[in-house]
């Protein structure tokens, strides 16, 4: 297969974006499993790309740890590790609070009704929940609050959080079906306080109170007697 990444670099780009989505959508959605070897050059033929792209792609995915490169071994789907969803769950709950804030004066009243439609969604799912299901409504919800925020740096670093723990968890409601009506109630006190134009500050705390509730209950199921530092700021 000849490589044109030399002589057309913006081809080069477009295919490492193409393999890096191909990849990231079958970590998030589990097709390939944590510890799941990827051979760049299956990979590669499955794309019909070099494999310069996809190895591209996979630095990336490294970077944003979804892949660990091992010496000897090769590029491997990253383990589920408690730490790193720790990490993760607590970042979000700053970055995303404080774009849900910038964003709030910017939410149109269109944006409010189809976050309330989703929550709704959400809710119907109370009594059978399925954790796939609702985690994916669940970041619909959200997108739909900080996706306004005029700062786009710290959009992408609230999107690549929400990537991140993609792959470090299917779902969160599989290990903490609980949190869910606690979730919903948490998202209607959200939408409020955007509806009547709160002072940021307390749509920030309020959003970040949210994500720190789930890592806590989280920490509370799987780690008895555990606390996140976070939840009492």
């Not at 996979?58 to 408690?82: C, H, K, P, Y």
Request: charged share 25%; proline share 5%; with cysteine.
């Amino acid at each position: 297969m000849t490589d044109t990444a030399s002589l057309d670099p913006t081809a080069s780009i477009s295919k490492s974006r193409t393999a890096y989505d191909w990849l990231r959508q079958r970590i998030t959605r589990r097709d390939f499993t944590p510890g799941y070897r990827l051979v760049l050059s299956a990979i590669a033929a499955e794309l019909n790309m070099s494999v310069v792209p996809v190895r591209e792609a996979i630095r990336q995915l490294e970077a944003e740890g979804l892949v660990t490169f091992e010496r000897n071994v090769g590029a491997r789907v990253s383990m589920v590790d408690d730490r790193q969803y720790r990490h993760s769950m607590q970042a979000l709950a700053v970055l995303e609070g404080v774009a849900t804030a910038l964003s709030a004066p910017l939410v149109t009243p269109e944006d409010l009704a189809q976050a309330r439609r989703v929550n709704e969604q959400m809710r119907a799912q109370l009594d059978y929940i399925d954790p796939p299901t609702f985690t994916a409504l669940n970041q619909s919800f959200h997108a739909l609050l900080f996706t306004r925020c005029p700062n786009p740096r710290l959009l992408e670093l609230v999107n690549g959080e929400w990537a991140r723990l993609g792959g470090l968890r299917t779902s969160t409601f599989s290990f903490v079906p609980e949190r869910a009506c606690e979730s919903v109630s948490e998202h209607e006190r959200i939408l409020e306080l955007i509806e009547r134009a709160a002072p940021l500050h307390e749509v920030e705390a309020a959003a970040r109170a949210h994500r720190s509730a789930t890592l806590q209950a989280y920490l509370s199921h799987e780690h008895p007697g555990e606390v996140d530092d976070l939840a009492s700021i």
